[in-house]
């Protein structure tokens, strides 16, 4: 692992980065991380530069902001932002100094299928007059009725209680019924990256060589009430499984690159539901159905997770 400011410029020659300017961040009961001023630069070409030579300076690069700090240079303003450790100290699991390797270790042992569902089961109840069907109506044609849902079961012929299986029940409907056409990607696309210039961007090279490891430096938002050990494990899980990997950390915004898109609806849709169970604004906020999104991931190389106050 590089460790100076030096040994990064030499590892940025003959790149596009090379000459930016770079600074050192100190990171609680950690090495310090680096970084690299990128303001103005494309920040996903940037972020594949830093991200090629992983085995050369042995540590993650993540995209970074420093939210609200107005003052100073770039590197005073990131460093008065970054690696705050009074959210993670705020978070419902209430984690004490919530150090970064105290998190990681505590992500080893997380039952992530036992969290989700108790996720699962705190989500709205089901009610099939809502505006579920008229979605189904307004983009197909046709629909099922209310009473259709209502009699609808689960596998094991109990009848369905929450909307999220109301959707999974509605979208191998959609399917059955009108085939490809139900799994094609939705004119909106709701997941498209956010860009926070002008703000203070940087890549910032955390001492770790993994994705998800960044969660248990910078904190994110939507960690706040399910813990991040939790966050951890579940980012950990996409990558094993999609080759999901940490472009940006934007405090209450996640972007990430897959090199897998889900093949088959049933996973896809699993995959919809975890990302709105663990950032509901995700889909809340562009008003999109758990359907939609499910499809959108049919058809996506990169992902938006969102969630906020």
Not at 131 to 160: C, I, K, M, N, W
Not at 292 to 298: C, G, M, N, Q, S
Request: proline share 6%; hydrophobic share 45%; charged share 25%.
């Amino acid at each position: 692992m590089i460790t100076t400011e030096s040994e990064l410029a030499r590892a940025l020659e003959d790149t596009a980065l090379a000459g930016r300017p770079t600074t050192t961040l100190a990171v609680p009961s950690s090495r310090p991380a680096l970084a690299v001023e990128v303001g103005g630069l494309d920040v996903l070409e940037s972020w594949r530069i830093a991200r090629g030579l992983l085995d050369r300076t042995g540590r993650w690069p993540v995209a970074m902001t420093a939210w609200g700090e107005e003052e100073g240079t770039w590197s005073e303003q990131l460093a008065a932002s970054a690696f705050s450790r009074f959210e993670f100290r705020s978070e419902a699991s209430g984690r004490g100094d919530a150090l970064p390797g105290d998190l990681l270790r505590a992500a080893d042992g997380v039952d992530l299928d036992a969290a989700l569902s108790k996720l699962e089961a705190l989500t709205e109840p089901l009610d099939p007059t809502d505006l579920l069907l008229e979605e189904t109506r307004e983009d197909f044609g046709d629909a099922p009725t209310s009473e259709d849902v209502g009699d609808a079961r689960r596998a094991d012929g109990s009848p369905l209680t929450s909307r999220p299986e109301a959707e999974r029940w509605l979208f191998d409907w959609e399917i059955d019924r009108f085939g490809e056409r139900a799994l094609a990607e939705p004119a909106m696309n709701h997941i498209s990256w956010f860009d926070p210039s002008p703000q203070v961007i940087a890549l910032v090279l955390l001492p770790t060589m993994r994705s998800s490891d960044a969660l248990a430096f910078e904190h994110w938002y939507g960690a706040l009430a399910v813990g991040t050990p939790f966050a951890i494990a579940l980012l950990r899980r996409w990558e094993e499984r999609w080759g999901a990997e940490l472009v940006a950390h934007w405090g209450t915004m996640l972007q990430l690159v897959v090199s897998r898109r889900p093949g088959e609806p049933e996973d896809a849709f699993g995959l919809a539901l975890e990302q709105e169970l663990i950032a509901p604004c995700t889909t809340l906020l562009p008003g999109v159905s758990l359907r939609d999104h499910a499809r959108t991931l049919l058809h996506a190389d990169a992902w938006f997770i969102h969630e906020r106050p």
